[in-house]
Antibody, heavy 118, light 106 residues
Framework: QVQLRESGPGLVRPSETLSLTCTVS????????WSWVRQPPGKGLEWIGY???????KYNPSLKTRVTTSFDSSKNQFSLDLMSVTTADTAVYYC????????????WGQGALVTVSS | SFFLTQPPSVSVSPGQTATITCSGD??????ASWYQQKPGQSPVMVIY???KRPSGIPERFSGSSSGNTATLTIGGTQTMDEADYYC?????????FGGGTKVTVL
């Protein structure tokens, strides 16, 4: 059974870069698409973007100027960098695995709360 | 832009049927997925490709699609089904979630 776990700082200062890593266990990271989804406190879900093992990426147009995702198959990890954060970026960030289609999300990490505050 | 619209809330009595709709222009040409999220927990996929149920999801959860509306039905609703439910699809290489529906089992 595939498991995903997010890790990274829980507090980021405004204007800095939010960086998270997702470690995958129980399966190869070299298949399927791997996405990030976030959820501000008390609000709904927002897809951030995906990365594929061949380096292909796709981002939410509303975030694409600030987002970078990367992939490290040797560590079974993929990462998210969100630049120039503001308090509006405070959210629980989930790493997720795609299913038969990249836009289906059958596997989710436990989530990591990242607070943007000075 | 592609939007998915859900009712903010649905109330249902235990043992009755809960119906949650999700509408969007062109949704009929795409697949919809549904996710259940309980407080403090990660979302769980309960329906994918409009009507398919992942392994381990109870049979009381079913999905359907007609026109530009996808529907999640919970038959014989139990108190454990009280949660937020999100529909989801994609358009132009972007994933879109509905705003979520809070299901209350009274």
């Amino acid at each position: 059974q595939v498991q995903l776990r997010e890790s990274g700082p829980g507090l980021v200062r405004p204007s800095e870069t939010l960086s998270l890593t997702c470690t995958v266990s129980g399966g190869s990271i070299n298949i399927f698409y791997w996405s990030w989804v976030r959820q501000p406190p008390g609000k709904g879900l927002e897809w951030i973007g995906y990365v594929y093992h061949n380096g292909n990426t796709k981002y939410n147009p509303s975030l694409k100027t600030r987002v970078t995702t990367s992939f490290d198959s040797s560590k079974n990890q993929f990462s998210l960098d969100l630049m120039s954060v503001t308090t509006a970026d405070t959210a629980v960030y989930y790493c997720v695995r795609g299913g038969q289609f990249w836009w289906e999300f059958p596997y989710w990490g436990q989530g990591a709360l990242v607070t943007v505050s000075s | 832009s592609f939007f998915l619209t859900q009712p903010p809330s649905v109330s249902v009595s235990p043992g009755q049927t809960a119906t949650i709709t999700c509408s969007g222009d062109g949704l009929g040409d795409k697949y919809a997925s549904w996710y259940q999220q309980k407080p403090g927990q990660s979302p769980v996929m309960v329906i994918y490709q409009d009507t398919k149920r992942p392994s381990g999801i109870p049979e009381r959860f079913s999905g359907s699609s007609s026109g530009n509306t996808a529907t999640l039905t919970i038959g014989g609703t139990q108190t454990m089904d009280e949660a937020d439910y999100y529909c989801q699809s994609w358009d132009s290489d972007t994933v879109v979630f509905g705003g979520g529906t809070k299901v209350t089992v009274l």
